[in-house]
């Protein structure tokens, strides 16, 4: 109860955190480290068991790099407040897995994200069709609206394909198909008003993993409804835009023109990760160092290089990007190593569901700063 608690408390404060509100910052930290504290203090008494995991390992160290990396930060404070930022994420990881139920506060906290997902896709609708505007719910950027939607979609999915798998009551699936349906129609909006081609184009991605998988546990038809459910949102998205959405995903068959802009701050990146290589300019410090290396052809605000690698691979040098590197490559093995072990089709295909989240954010990091956005961390 308190892992769930500590985890709905962290997420919603930290929607109202974009980079200078730093009382949702504080809120959405306490939370999680109160969490923590609280789990520690249950699982005190049966004696705390300290996973040895590559991906424990992986994980922790990168924490620890990127906290190290404020001692030759060429800007120690904005490297400290990063810390925490960046940090959101190990310690939301040590949080689940210090919890005294893992399967109880999973379920909490699957729910409190879905609920969540839901209303900020409500009020994505409100934006677009009663305000006129782009979607992005509370998010200053479109982009990480959509990249949040598709996180609980893919888990959401997940969950329905679990119902199916075992046979759950129609009403249960019809449910969980309306949420999918809803949560896809949100990332649809943000595609069909000019923006969010890389987390659509991940989202696709991330919904193959997860379709490959349904079918190779017998879930064959439900994969298809899926499949539909899905592209039904986009084309209905796609209707009420006016073709808007259509003429977005054009685009994408055109990679030069697409990624034109990206390409333009990823080439003065890379000679700014050439100036420190080995350790870095401090976390968090990649906008105060770029104007020397940007290109006046930048349109971009200037605050990320928009690849989470590279930047990482700016502010915490060679070591730093190999780490995050090791904590992807240890996911997939102990995602392999699960899959293999797997006893039915409803835990295979949550677990499916689960990787494909990760993998969809993954993928959409080389594009986007979604190690930036703190409700996505």
């Known amino acids: 109860m308190a892992a769930t608690l500590a985890f709905a408390v962290a997420l919603s404060a930290a929607l109202f955190f974009h980079g200078t509100h730093l009382t949702a910052f504080a809120y959405s930290l306490a939370a999680l480290v109160a969490g923590l504290g609280a789990g520690l203090a249950l699982r005190h008494a049966r004696g705390i068991e300290i996973p040895r995991s590559a991906l424990v390992i992986a994980l922790t160290l990168f924490w620890a790099w990127i906290g190290l990396s404020i001692l030759w930060s060429e800007v120690p404070y904005a490297s400290a407040i990063n810390f925490w930022w960046v940090g959101a994420l190990p310690l939301a990881f040590w949080l689940y897995t210090l919890a005294p139920d893992r399967e109880r506060a999973w379920r909490g906290a699957g729910a409190a994200a879905l609920a969540i997902g839901l209303a900020l896709a409500g009020y994505g609708l409100w934006q677009t069709f009663a ?38 009551a129609g009403v249960v699936r019809y449910a969980w198909a309306a949420a999918v349906a809803a949560l896809a129609f949100g990332v649809a909006l943000v595609l069909g008003r000019g923006l969010g081609r890389g987390a659509t184009l991940t989202l696709a991605i991330g919904l193959a993993v997860l379709l490959l998988a349904a079918r190779r546990v017998g879930l064959r038809a439900t994969a298809t409804a899926l499949a539909l459910t899905v592209a039904g949102a986009f084309v209905a998205a796609n209707l009420l835009l006016h073709g808007g959405v259509a003429e977005r995903l054009e685009t994408l068959f055109n990679p030069a023109s697409a990624g034109a802009g990206r390409f333009v701050i990823w080439s003065g990146a890379w000679r700014m990760y050439l100036t420190h290589p080995w350790f870095g300019t401090g976390l968090g410090t990649f906008w105060l160092a770029w104007p020397p290396f940007r290109n006046p052809a930048d349109a971009s605000g200037g605050f990320y290089a928009h690849n989470d690698y590279l930047q990482i691979a ?49 993928a959409h990091s080389f594009l986007t700063f979604n190690l930036y956005i703190l409700p996505i961390d």
């Open 314 to 362: 700016i502010e915490t040098g060679v070591v730093g990007v190999t780490l995050l590197a090791a904590v992807l490559a240890a996911t997939l093995a102990r995602f392999r190593a699960a899959w293999r072990a797997r006893v039915d089709p409803a835990q295979a295909v949550e677990l499916a569901s689960l990787f494909a989240a990760l993998v969809a954010v993954a």
């Open 131 to 168: 305000d006129h505007l782009p979607p992005r719910s509370l998010f200053l950027n479109p982009n990480s609206y959509a990249a949040f939607l598709n996180l609980i979609l893919l888990t959401a999915a997940g969950r329905w394909l679990v119902a199916a798998a075992r046979g759950r």
